[in-house]
């Protein structure tokens, strides 16, 4: 049963820095990888999708990268503000469960200070 | 990008009745998915849909019922509320077969049964 895990549960670093952080899961055959952000008491936003297939995935100041092998990925948050504050969500697309269903993890909760 | 709704948004009511929360999307996406999300906790899928007149249950077990007479709406119904269904519940839309399909989410319902 594929299980995700997020790493840490909770981050708080002041603002410009950048960060890592980190999802692991247990079944390494999956079609996708998708990153999420989610604001308090509100839905999710799609950051990033990285297919098996793909290494890495960029949009502006975010990059996810994929180790589908070792069951890891990396979401870098370059020179981080203070709007980036939410909890990030990771979440896989496993192939026994089918490529509609999604494994979320636990989350990290960010905080950045001015 | 898609354009999913849900209403209420929160929603306070007291043991034994009955509750419909509603979930409506306009980019006619053949999938939709309903989440239930407790605090700080990881997302679990508890229903979904791949079209008109189907539904399936997700992974985590769910008292809870759904429907989908029309590609846009997937109301999720309780008949009978308890305070143990109180969480937080998202709905998802998608669309296409591929692996490549991304689903979108809408704002969520937080509910609290007293």
């Known amino acids: 049963k594929q299980e995700v895990t997020q790493i840490p549960a909770a981050l708080s670093v002041p603002e410009g820095e950048n960060l890592v952080l980190n999802c692991s899961f247990t079944?390494?055959?999956?079609?996708?990888l998708q990153w999420f952000r989610q604001d308090p008491g509100k839905g999710l936003t799609s950051l990033l999708l990285i297919q098996s297939s793909q290494r890495e995935q960029t949009s502006g100041r975010l990059n996810a990268s994929l180790d589908k092998s070792s069951g890891r990925s990396t979401l870098y948050i370059a020179a981080s503000q203070p709007g980036d504050s939410a909890t990030y969500l990771c979440a896989v697309r496993s192939i026994s469960g089918g490529y509609n269903k999604l494994i979320f993890g636990a989350g990290t909760r960010l905080a950045v200070h001015p | 990008e898609a354009d999913i709704y849900q209403t209420p948004r929160y929603l306070v009511i007291g043991t034994g009745k009955k509750i419909t929360l509603e979930c409506s999307q306009t980019m006619g996406h053949d999938k939709m998915y309903w989440y239930q999300q407790d605090p700080g906790m990881e997302l679990h899928l508890i229903h979904y849909s791949y079209g008109v007149n189907s539904t399936e249950k997700g992974d985590l077990s769910s008292e809870s019922t759904v429907s989908r007479i029309r590609t846009e709406h997937f109301p999720l119904t309780l008949e009978s509320a308890r305070p143990s269904h109180t969480s937080q519940y998202l709905c998802?839309?998608?669309?296409?077969?591929?692996?490549?399909?991304?689903?979108?989410f809408g704002p969520g319902t937080r509910l609290t049964v007293l």
């Open positions: 079944d390494s055959a999956i079609y996708n």
């Open positions: 998802a839309s998608s669309y296409g077969t591929g692996v490549y399909n991304e689903q979108f």
